[in-house]
């Protein structure tokens, strides 16, 4: 059993970037608690981070030709504005989490508005990193009762 994680663009920066809204943790660090986690629960975890929407489109259309059950997504700025990537979770079919480190509806108005929810299982915005172990907890569990 696989799951995915995608990092969109700027969250290589972690740790330095905007911290009040974005927090102290590392995209590595972030990364290391979740392979961890899924690990314990015999779940291989890969996580994938790109500035280019091309490069994560890419790798949302290779998921087709791969077994990978549940896919972990933070599409970062990409979110507001990319029909590309909505298209490819679409077409690959394989179901998702939204999440988002700070709460986006609590900021500016172009935050508010997203390509991917209404196609996601769920969403996860405002609680920092531990939304990624939450949706990490959701997913491992949707695993294994399937
Ligand atoms: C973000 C929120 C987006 O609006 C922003 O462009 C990001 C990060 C978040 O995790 O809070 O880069 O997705």
């Known amino acids: 059993k696989s799951i995915l994680v995608l990092h969109g663009p700027n969250l290589n920066l972690l740790g330095l970037r905007e911290p009040q809204h974005y927090g102290n943790a590392t995209l590595d660090s972030i990364n290391q608690t979740l392979t961890n986690k ?5 779940i291989t975890l890969e996580s994938f981070q790109s500035n280019a929407e091309a490069d994560l489109v890419d790798k949302i259309q290779s998921i087709a030709t791969k077994s990978v059950d549940f896919v972990i997504i933070n599409p970062a700025a990409f979110t507001h504005t990319s029909v590309a990537m909505r298209d490819a979770l679409s077409a ?3 179901p998702f989490i939204e999440v988002h480190l700070s709460n986006v509806f609590a900021r500016e108005a172009f935050r508010h508005h997203s390509y991917f929810t209404d196609i996601a299982v769920g969403i996860i ?4 990193a531990k939304g990624y172990e939450l949706a990490l907890d959701f997913a491992i569990e949707k695993i294994n009762h399937s």
Do not use: F, I, M
Request: glycine share 16%; hydrophobic share 50%.
């Open 38 to 42: 899924a690990k314990l629960a015999n």
């Open 125 to 128: 915005s405002g609680l920092g």
């Open 92 to 94: 690959v079919k394989v």
